[in-house]
């Protein structure tokens, strides 16, 4: 997630200082993504030195206040225009861990998954009920929109990421039922069929003449 950006953004509607900013984007974000005023400054520090904002003196309490530039404003409106790049996916700690736990001695993926499901769901019917309530008021302002679509993305994520478990363990299951007709190891050497072992016959007493 882009912090620096999304500072530009809020700055772009006029100077802030480093703790109306956090709260500003918490407010925006539904405090998905908090942030303390060490973040913001460290931010703010790196947005300045680039030439992106600059210091814009101080308010009737002291604060100090910050800018965004010309700069500033043609790197945001980049920011906006130029797709989210997808061909870099940030690391994800759910597909490492089924990942890893793939053949895993002593692990059964099948009980992760389950686990995962259920955390899953459940944060999908929490997300549920909070978009219920921000939905019983028409949004008065942008930051009640902003939180909203924010909230309706975790619920899709939510959704997708169920869905995904669903499909990891019927593909399990497809793999275990593959390895449970597997030919021996000495027919796979071979590439020949083996034959199907029948008990052999018993001979039949001859009757006496």
């Not at 997708?160 to 299951?173: G, K, T, Y």
Request: charged share 30%; glycine share 6%; net charge neutral.
């Amino acid at each position: 997630m882009s912090i620096r950006h999304g500072l530009l953004a809020l700055l772009e509607r006029g100077p802030r200082y480093g703790s109306q900013l956090r709260t500003e984007f918490e407010s925006r974000t539904g405090s998905t993504w908090p942030l303390n005023v060490g973040q913001v400054y460290t931010t703010l520090s790196r947005l300045e030195r680039d030439g992106l904002v600059a210091q814009d003196d101080e308010d009737d309490q002291g604060h100090a206040l910050y800018a965004i530039t010309d700069d500033g404003r043609t790197e945001l409106r980049s920011w906006f225009e130029t797709p989210v790049d997808r061909s870099s996916p940030p690391r994800d700690e759910l597909a490492i861990k089924l990942a890893m736990a793939v053949g895993a001695p002593g692990v059964d993926i099948r009980a992760v998954i389950q686990s995962q499901r259920r955390h899953t769901v459940k944060a999908m019917q929490d997300y549920t009920r909070l978009k219920a309530q921000a939905l019983t008021d028409v949004p008065a302002n942008r930051d009640e929109v902003a939180w909203l679509l924010v909230l309706e993305q975790l619920i899709f994520q939510a959704e997708a990421e169920a869905r995904w478990l669903d499909h990891c363990e019927s593909r399990l299951v497809r793999l275990a039922e593959a390895a449970a007709t597997e030919p021996e190891p000495e027919a796979r050497a071979t590439g020949r069929t083996p034959a199907v072992r029948t008990p052999a016959r018993v001979a039949r007493p001859r009757g006496r003449h």
